[in-house]
């Protein structure tokens, strides 16, 4: 089912030449394959959930004989602070418990493999992002306050204008002061157009922005949202005219996904937030966001069969290529990379 590799955007630093011009045979598709550099970055973003997940629990594997309650007590542990979930993490270790025969480094190693790559095959939705040629393609980007939406979106309308396309980004959070700036600063160094409205509220934005995109033939337009407002509840209603505006003034044929921007650092934490969120405006998926700098990768098998959300996006640094296209088979590959 999930045949794609990650899609790698090219690999290298910040484009300090805001004049380059797009590449005019870049591939269509959302997706692109770079199997070297990208690659590369992706496993040293892995590592850190590897080492600390994989690589804990196979260390406690005996050449012969029986794990011990305490030994069985840490795989345990180690599956919780990983954030695959405690029901994952106690039927894991229960199933570990059971079975003898899987005690050893091997037999561990198989075990969690094929469990990881059971959850992930399990998610319903294809996780490649849905793009098309010729359509608008409409991203609501949502999460809470520093989760990392703002350079997400810096970064998606970044590939996207290398691919040729027109993109356009809304500056729909208009809570926070400096964060229409912020976005500006990611719309010069991908070089695209923005739409903000001084005070204005997001709706009206988002309102502009589809107009624009419409008298414009836009390929790509992404909205920004606040990640906090006076309270959560304010947050929710906001978003919920948000959705409004666009299920009314949208094209009735755009390619539409709202994403979850979830920090993997604070990983279940931000999870419990996703019913919120997808109350408000039926979440597509997620965006995982700074795996590079977190050891709970775990949350993706969360994620995955909590919420059957697919993880469509993985942030792995701050640059603006920083970015892959969420692959199951890859992921679970650099994971077990040691
Ligand atoms: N290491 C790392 N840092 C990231 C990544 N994505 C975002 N960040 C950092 O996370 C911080 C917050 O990112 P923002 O994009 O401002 O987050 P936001 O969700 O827009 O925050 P609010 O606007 O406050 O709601 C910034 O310092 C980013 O550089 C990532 O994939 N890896
Ligand atoms: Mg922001």
Known sequence: MFKQLFGLGKKGEESPNPAQT??????????????TGGLQKLKSAVSLTGKALVGKIVSLGHADGR????????????LIRADVGMDMAIEMTEHIRKNPTIHSQDKLRDFLRSEFSGILANVPEATRLKHQKGKLNLYLVVGVNGAGKTTLIGKLANRFRQQGEKVIIAAGDTFRAA?????????QRAQVDLVRLDKADSAAVVF???????????DVLIIDTAGRLQNKFNLMEELRKVKK?????????????SLLVIDATTGQNALRQAEVFHEAVQLTGVA???????????????????????????????????????????????????
């Open 22 to 35: 797009p590449q005019a045979d870049a591939p269509q598709s959302a997706v692109q394959e770079d199997a």
């Open 67 to 78: 794990l011990t309650e305490d030994e069985l007590d840490e795989i345990e542990e180690t």
């Open 179 to 187: 964060a229409e700036d912020q976005l500006e600063v990611w719309a």
């Open 208 to 218: 502009e922005a589809i107009a624009k995109a419409k008298a414009e033939q836009a």
């Open 245 to 257: 505006i666009i299920d009314r003034e949208a094209p009735a044929d755009i390619v539409y996904e």
């Open 288 to 338: 995982l966001t700074k795996l590079d700098s977190s050891a709970k990768g775990g949350i993706i098998f969360n994620i995955a069969k909590q919420y059957h959300l697919p993880v469509k996006l993985v942030g792995v640094g701050e640059k603006i290529d920083d970015l892959r296209d969420f692959d199951p088979h890859a992921f679970i590959d650099a994971l077990f990379e040691l």
